[in-house]
C-alpha cells in the first residue's frame, strides 16, 4: 500500500513538473502553490491574460496541471488572492476552472445564464477587483448558448423572461432583417459575440472598475469558448 502511494505520488510531481515545462513562464510561480496576497500583487493584468490563455491551451491539448486540491482547500483557508475574475454563463460545458486549467483559490467564477453583467455582477466584481485584488476581469461567451437562442426566439418563461429581456439590445444592434430565429445558427453566434462586447462595454464603464482600468491595474477582456472543441478565442 505504501509502495503504491508513494508510486502516486511520484507521477503527480512527474505530471505537475512536465505541465510546467510546458507552459513555461506563466507557471513559474510553482506549479500548484496557491496564491497569496505577495505573489498575486507580481501579476500584472496582461500576464494575467497570458495565464489564461496558456491554461486554456492545456486544456484543449490534454495537458492539464493535476495538484493536491484537498492541500490547496487547507492552504486558503485563512484568506484568497485570486489573479483573475470570470463571468460566464451557468451552461454545464463550460466551467471557468476546468476551461482555464485553473484550480483553487486561482480565479473567481460568476456565472448566470447568458453572461450577463448587471448590477449585482458588477458590485461582485468590484468585491473581486477593488477588495480583493484581482487583476482581470473575462466576459466569457460560448457556442450553442441556450439563453442567447431563447433571447432570439423571445422566450418567455417567469423569472428567464427578464433575463432575457437583457439579451435582446444584443439581437437588435445586429438590425437584422427578416423573423429571428434560434435556427440560424449564425444569427445566435453573432448575437452571443455582440452580447460579450456589450457585457465588457457594461463593466468597463462601471466608476470602480473604470478607475482601476485607467490606473493599468486591471484589464476587462471579452472571449468566446467552443463547446465542440474547448478552444476559446479572444477578443
Known amino acids: ?17 512536465a505541465a510546467g515545462a510546458i507552459a513555461g513562464p506563466a507557471l513559474a510561480r510553482s506549479d500548484c502553490a496557491v496564491f497569496t496576497r505577495e505573489t498575486q500583487e507580481q501579476v500584472a493584468p496582461d500576464a494575467a491574460l497570458k495565464r489564461l490563455q496558456e491554461g486554456n491551451a492545456r486544456f484543449v491539448a490534454g495537458e492539464t496541471v493535476h495538484c493536491d486540491l484537498r492541500r490547496q482547500v487547507r492552504e486558503t483557508a485563512g484568506g484568497q488572492a485570486p489573479f483573475a475574475a470570470v463571468v460566464g454563463c451557468i451552461d454545464s460545458r463550460v466551467p471557468p476552472e476546468l476551461v482555464f486549467d485553473q484550480r483553487i483559490g486561482d480565479i473567481f467564477a460568476a456565472r448566470v445564464a447568458g453572461n450577463i453583467v448587471n448590477d449585482d455582477i458588477l458590485g461582485s466584481l468590484e468585491f ?24 432570439v426566439d423571445d422566450a418567455r418563461l417567469g423569472h428567464l423572461t427578464g433575463l432575457l429581456a437583457q439579451i435582446r439590445p ?33 463593466v468597463a464603464a462601471a466608476p470602480v472598475l473604470a478607475a482601476r482600468l485607467q490606473a493599468g491595474q486591471l484589464k476587462v477582456v471579452g472571449a468566446m469558448h467552443d463547446v465542440a472543441t474547448g478552444v476559446i478565442r479572444w477578443f
Open 170 to 202: 444584443a439581437l437588435t444592434a445586429l438590425k437584422y432583417e427578416g423573423v429571428p430565429s434560434s435556427k440560424d445558427k449564425a444569427l445566435v453566434q453573432r448575437v452571443a459575440e455582440r452580447n460579450v462586447h456589450d457585457n465588457v462595454a457594461r
Open 128 to 151: 473581486a477587483t477593488q477588495l480583493a485584488g484581482a487583476r482581470l476581469i473575462v466576459v466569457l461567451g460560448h457556442t450553442e448558448c441556450g439563453a442567447i437562442k431563447g433571447a
Open 1 to 17: 500500500m505504501h509502495s503504491n502511494l508513494h508510486r502516486r505520488r511520484v507521477l503527480q510531481v512527474a505530471a505537475c513538473a
